[in-house]
């Protein structure tokens, strides 16, 4: 079915909407709507966060209801909570805890291997350790990059 964007004048838009709602419904939107004008910017951020926690819409998309939860479980009844250690973690992040001096070029090599880094930003990256090399891999290529690290010299952790 194609879209077809026809144009309404603005004003008569409004009008048919308010002329059909009730009364009482306008008088109330209008009230709300001058007191979010009222707000101070602070006000109307800590009123965003409110409105989006009430929502159940949260940084990281819409939260699922548990009614939705439950009837996609394949027991039917199974709270979310029992769901959760079932999920498998998938992407890693890698992340280096300390090295051995000695092999420290070594490491700034591999590094520069497996994240396309050039050498000062590589050289850079590893004097800051602890730090998180690269985030997201997967389980196989978090295995090998941490096997070669370690074989060099360096304490490396998946998280």
Same mark, same amino acid.
């Given at each position: 079915m194609p879209f077809i964007n026809h144009r309404i004048p603005s004003g008569s @838009?409004? &009008?048919s909407f308010f002329c059909t709602a009730a009364e009482t419904r306008s008088q109330k939107l209008e009230r709300i709507a001058d007191e979010l004008l009222d707000l101070t910017? @602070?006000? &109307?951020?800590?009123y965003s966060i409110l409105l989006r926690h009430k929502l159940g819409v949260h940084r990281y998309g819409p939260v699922g209801s548990a009614s939705a939860?439950?009837?996609t479980s394949p027991a039917g009844g199974a709270s979310a909570g029992a769901q959760k250690p079932a999920a498998e973690k998938t992407a890693f992040d890698?992340?280096?805890e300390k090295f051995d001096?000695?092999?420290k070029i070594k490491i700034i090599k591999e590094v520069r291997t497996f994240t396309d880094l050039g050498l000062k930003e590589a050289k850079?990256?590893?004097e800051k350790a602890p730090v998180v090399l690269k985030k997201g891999v997967t389980k196989e290529e978090a295995g090998a990059i941490v096997d070669k690290l370690k074989e060099i010299g360096a304490t490396v952790v998946l998280e």
């Open positions: @838009l409004l &009008r910017k @602070l006000e &109307r951020y800590d939860l439950s009837a890698i992340k280096l001096a000695a092999a850079d990256l590893v």
